[in-house]
Nanobody, 115 residues
Framework: VQVVESGGGMVQAGGSLRLSCAVSGLTIWYLTWAWYRQTPGGERTLVARLRWMDNTEFYIDSVKGRFSITKDNAKNTIFLQMNNLKPEDTAIYYC?????????WGQGTQVTVSS
């Protein structure tokens, strides 16, 4: 299984980014996938989750109304649309199942939001 995150970058506060997570070697449609983020010296924490059985979305409070998690089953890809970005969103973003599988962590994609 290979997980490759992309789409990160440097933006000013209020800007937008769309992260992509391409998964190979595994079919995602029947699995719950999520986005996580990690700041320097911090733990990797859940940001958003998309449940496979009914496409129920979950977001942590700090990103509700700003982030949106979606997936394209045909492309085996998970997305995270991030709008109205804030400096506190600065982190490395990863995708993985929820709960995460230790073998599925990719290299992540860096998101930097300047004030």
């Amino acid at each position: 299984v290979q997980v490759v995150e992309s789409g990160g970058g440097m933006v000013q506060a209020g800007g937008s980014l769309r992260l992509s997570c391409a998964v190979s070697g595994l079919t995602i449609w029947y699995l719950t996938w999520a986005w996580y983020r990690q700041t320097p010296g911090g733990e990797r924490t859940l940001v958003a989750r998309l449940r496979w059985m009914d496409n129920t979305e979950f977001y942590i409070d700090s990103v509700k109304g700003r982030f949106s998690i979606t997936k394209d089953n045909a492309k085996n890809t998970i997305f995270l649309q991030m709008n109205n970005l804030k400096p506190e969103d600065t982190a490395i973003y990863y995708c993985n199942e929820d709960p995460p599988d230790a073998d599925y962590w990719g290299q992540g994609t860096q998101v930097t939001v300047s004030s």
